[in-house]
Structure formats: C-alpha cells, structure tokens
C-alpha cells in the first residue's frame, strides 16, 4: 500500500497570507490527524478528522482550519500567517478506531516570511 | 490528562553499544503507548507499540520496549547500536478518545564509530 502523502513539501508564504496543505492517507484509513512541529514546542496536535467529522482539536487559533472529503483525503488552512507559523507540518492516518498506531506522511515545511 | 517525558534530549552511544532511551507517561486511563523515530527531513516512522497486551514489546529494527506500570516508564532498548540508528526518537501516549497523540520533546541519538 501507498504511505500517507503530503503535498506541497515546500512551501513559502509571506506574513498575512493564507496557505492550504493537503494529505492523502493510506487506502482504507478513515482518520487524518494533523501535527505541528517546531524546535520550540516540539510536536504538537492541531485536530483530528474521522468520517468527514472533526473528532479532537488541539489547543490552537481559530486561524487554523481543516476538513475532510469523503474519500478520506483532507486538508488544513492557515490564515492570516504569522512567523511563529514556521513549522513542519505532519499529516498521520490510522483505520479510524480509538488509540490506534498511527502512520505519518513526509510532512510540508512551510515558511512564513 | 496523558503526558510524556522523555529524559535526556541528547544521547550518544558508541558502535555496538547497548541504546537506552527513556520515557516516562502519565495517564488518566490505562496508557497506549508508541515509540516513533525521525530521520533529518522526513516524517515519523513508527518502531512499535504498546497496548496493554505483553509487557516487553518488539518493533521493528532491532528495537524493543518494556512497559512497567510500577514506574511509569516504556523505556526503548537495543542491545548493539548501528550508525543507521542515528535518529530523532519521540514517546507518545495516546488521548483517552480519537487518536489523538501526546508526543514527549524527542531523544536525538547519536552514533559513534
């Protein structure tokens, strides 16, 4: 099977912007989490999506957005970018039952300057 | 609340060597547990897991990790290091519901010939 993809890898973006990630999880996984990680706070959870339904959010601003397709694919938003947006952003799917292992795509660097 | 400490940012181990990474949780439920690791501009990979089934678990590469409620601790082992090994190693403990996981800062390990 296909891993989990990300798409772009790269990405820069000026402050005030808005930027848009996508993730394609493994064929037959149901849930799409998304993580930030940075060298100052590490790896941390934004949300989790699960049949096209938001099911846990992390501790971030309104301006970070996701949502989920009916073919499992989802995306998440930024808006008004701001520096401390600088991250590596990590998608992870697993079959969609609670605590399970889940399996991480590449991630996209994203750069806000 | 799940959280996750991982004692010691930095270890090095020579070629050979026994590889002792350390994690300690905290759970308000019985813990899920994962070890993951991270090459330099890739995503993480999962090594292996525990869910409340044997006590010593095996993973991938080599590795293995033992569950010891008494301390709180899922400390990951090797008993000879490989300079593929050289890595960024991240303890999760999963959220009550979801999957939803609580990363620990990271182990970077370091290698020596």
């Known amino acids: 099977k296909a891993g989990v993809t990300q798409t772009p890898r790269y990405l820069i973006k000026t402050r005030g912007q808005q930027v848009t990630l996508s993730c394609s999880p493994i064929?037959?996984?149901?849930?799409v989490s998304w993580y930030q990680q940075t060298p100052g706070q590490g790896l941390q959870f934004l949300f989790e999506?699960?049949?096209?339904?938001?099911?846990n959010k992390g501790n971030f601003p309104g301006r970070f957005s996701g949502r989920q397709f009916s073919n499992s694919r989802s995306e998440m938003n930024v808006s008004t970018l701001e520096l401390g947006d600088s991250a590596l952003y990590l998608c992870?799917?697993?079959?969609?039952?609670?605590?399970?292992?889940?399996?991480f795509g590449p991630g996209t660097r994203l750069t806000v300057t | 609340a799940q959280s996750v400490t991982q004692l010691g940012s930095h270890v090095s181990v020579s070629e050979g060597a026994l590889v002792l990474l350390r994690c300690n949780y905290s759970?308000?439920?019985?813990?899920?547990l994962f070890w993951y690791v991270q090459y330099p501009n890739q995503g993480l990979q999962l090594l292996l897991k525990?869910?409340?089934?044997?006590?010593l678990v095996k993973g991938i590469n080599g590795f293995e990790a033992e569950f010891k409620k008494s301390e709180t601790s899922f400390h990951l082992t090797k008993p000879s290091a490989h300079m593929s090994d050289a890595a960024e190693y991240f303890c999760?403990?999963?959220?009550?519901?979801?999957?939803?996981?609580?990363f620990g800062a990271g182990t970077i390990l370091r290698v020596k010939s």
């Open positions: 759970s308000s439920v019985p813990p899920y």
């Open positions: 999506y699960f049949s096209e339904t938001q099911r």
């Open positions: 999760a403990v999963s959220a009550r519901y979801g999957n939803k996981l609580v």
């Open positions: 992870a799917s697993s079959l969609g039952q609670d605590r399970r292992e889940q399996y």
């Open positions: 525990y869910t409340s089934a044997a006590t």
């Open positions: 064929s037959g996984h149901r849930s």
